[in-house]
């Protein structure tokens, strides 16, 4: 029948999909297994946006970004353009940003930086006043994390602590929530402890970590450690698993570090540290020694076409800005109020290039204001490039969730008509 020989779309046996005759599936093609990949916490491929930026690079920008001449210039405006990126991606500034080699380096160089500035600041404050502070001079640093870490974070603390170099607590989560215990993680600090390291979301169990509040009672409690002259406790979190499936913002989080990693949300098997204000607010000490990339904290020529990749991966996940997301503050579960980042975006124009969707940006007794934002957003304290690209989505009882997946496409192809415009 010829109804019968729809395509489906199936993974081969290397992962990726392609489409074939239904007729075909188990009969003619024996090749083609169809598969259902369900594994995307341990990695997720590389999305054909990102497989194409990472050529072009590997074409355009193959010289040394250290170098002057052209391949090299272009290879350096690459790196910048990718780590402004990921800066906006986690809520953070440009210079905040540190590439490494993936995760596990991330981890393992916020360990090192903790135990070099507990040693640098037993150093510097020895004549420091309290009781609590003579402990910490001749005293082993202390590291706090949970039970249910990733090894790249578990093992180092216990080859410190098997080499005597350093103590560590491992926290038990809660066997009824699943998450480590504010409370329990605060009990376990001494006057040694030098840094906390909870990962944002566990990657077996999906448990997402309070680490907001945890970063604030650590942030009062380093208030008073410093009358007493107490080394300052720094505040870690891996987000391997949270970026890509949820916002995440270091700002918000309140940590020192926020380890990236780019195959987790199909980016290339490279990372990066998120660090708030290296070698000023937050220290950061180099692992490795040489020709003076990423200013010192992690030299080696950069790997610009997998840093092109991690950059053109987390553009997507930072185009969105949510101007109704107000902490403590319930809202509308029908209402979404966004922006759409970039030049020539304005909301007016998005929705003129829609096929499908009928929306409006704001209330629509002000319709009339032109492309003026509106001033509820700007009261809301939404900034003004933001918000004039602000538009207003509200579902109702007919609306589907096929319908959302046309209007999320329709919304696609109008940006990238602009887009296009825009270039041409």
């Known amino acids: 029948m010829e109804g019968d020989q729809v395509e489906k779309m199936v993974l081969t046996k290397d992962g990726r999909k392609t489409a074939v005759d239904k007729e075909c599936v188990g009969k003619e093609n024996k090749s083609v297994e169809s598969k259902v990949y369900m594994d995307y916490n341990a990695t997720t491929p590389m999305a054909p946006e990102v497989i194409q930026t990472v050529t072009e690079a590997m074409h355009e920008a193959w010289g040394n970004p250290s170098s002057s ?7 350096k405006e690459i790196i910048n353009e990718a780590r402004e990126s990921l800066a906006r991606m986690v809520g953070g500034r440009p210079q905040d940003i540190i590439f490494t ?3 596990t380096e991330a981890n393992n160089l916020v360990i090192h930086t903790a135990l070099r500035h507990f040693r640098e600041s037993r150093v510097l404050g020895q ?9 910490a001079a001749g005293a082993t640093p202390h590291f706090i994390t949970s039970n249910v870490e990733h090894d790249s974070v578990r093992l180092p603390l216990e080859h410190l602590v098997k080499e005597h170099m350093a103590e ?3 926290v038990p989560v809660s066997k009824i929530t699943g998450q480590v215990e504010v409370d329990d993680t605060i009990a376990a600090i001494r006057p040694t402890t030098c840094l906390v390291s909870i990962m944002l979301a566990n990657n077996e169990t999906g448990v997402i970590m309070p680490i907001s509040e945890l970063s604030q ?9 410093m009358a007493l002259g107490l080394p300052r406790i720094l505040m870690h979190t891996d987000a391997a698993q949270m970026i890509g499936k949820g916002q995440v913002n270091g700002q918000d989080l309140g940590v020192d570090y926020l380890t990236i990693v780019g195959h987790k949300f199909y980016a290339p098997r490279i990372g990066a540290l998120y660090v708030r204000g290296p070698g000023v607010t937050s220290p950061l000490h180099p692992m490795l020694f040489g020709g003076g990339q990423e200013r010192n904290f992690r030299p080696g020529t950069e790997n610009t076409p997998m840093i092109a990749g991690l950059g053109k991966a987390s553009f997507g996940k930072q185009r969105l800005h949510f101007n109704s997301q107000f902490p403590g503050a319930k809202r509308l579960c029908n209402t979404c109020n966004f922006s759409i980042w970039g030049p020539g975006l304005q909301g007016r124009m998005v929705l003129s290039h829609c096929k499908t969707l009928l929306a409006s940006v704001g209330a629509a007794c002000h319709s ?18 933001v918000a004039q690209n602000a538009l207003r989505l509200s579902v109702g009882r007919d609306t589907t969730k096929e319908d959302v997946d046309i209007i999320v496409e329709d919304l696609k192809q109008s940006v990238a008509q602009l887009e296009q415009n825009r270039v041409t």
């Open 168 to 170: 560590a607590t491992f």
């Open 69 to 75: 001449y052209t391949a090299g210039r272009k290879a």
């Open 127 to 135: 004549d420091g006043p309290g009781e609590d502070h003579k402990r």
């Open 368 to 385: 009339e204001k032109g492309d003026q934002p509106s001033s509820i957003l700007l009261s809301c304290g939404i900034p003004y490039e």
């Open 217 to 225: 009672r650590i942030q009062i409690l380093n208030q008073n450690r």
């Open 101 to 103: 080699s993936g995760g």
